[in-house]
């Protein structure tokens, strides 16, 4: 079974930085897309950031500049720093993946955040709070 576990969030102030954690298991790293989306309280889930399995990258206008999307293949864990926090950054933050070549074409040729209807597998999330 695919199993993702998000940590590291918190409380933190304006300004300040956290990492979030995603150890993933039941993928190998080579054959899975996977991002960050978040959820605020009354608001639709945003997605953030994504990465696929050769390091490419997409990311959020929202967030680009702030937040970092990376992977430790050896951890099976995928991670997003981010810095510069934001009191609208508050949200429960959630890992997702997905094995689907739509997922990885969507980053590799398209440069775009995939959207949340792609992903399959999805974590518990951790919360965020920037006061």
């Known amino acids: 079974d695919v199993q993702l576990v998000e940590s590291g969030g918190g409380s933190v102030e304006a300004g300040g930085s956290l990492k979030l954690s995603c150890r993933v298991s039941g993928y190998t790293y080579r054959d899975y897309c996977a991002g960050w989306f978040r959820q605020a309280p009354g608001k639709s889930r945003e997605g953030l950031a994504a990465?696929?399995?050769?390091?490419?990258?997409s990311y959020a206008e929202s967030v680009k500049g702030r937040f970092t999307i990376s992977q430790d293949n050896a951890k099976s864990t995928l991670y997003l720093q981010m810095n510069n926090l934001k009191p609208e950054d508050s949200a429960m933050y959630y890992c997702?993946?997905?094995?689907?070549?739509?997922?990885?074409?969507?980053?590799?040729?398209?440069?775009?955040?995939?959207?949340?209807?792609?992903?399959?597998?999805w974590g518990q999330g951790t919360q965020v709070t920037v006061s």
């Open positions: 990465r696929d399995s050769h390091g490419r990258t």
């Open positions: 997702a993946a997905d094995r689907s070549r739509f997922c990885r074409t969507t980053i590799r040729d398209l440069g775009l955040m995939p959207g949340e209807s792609t992903f399959t597998s």
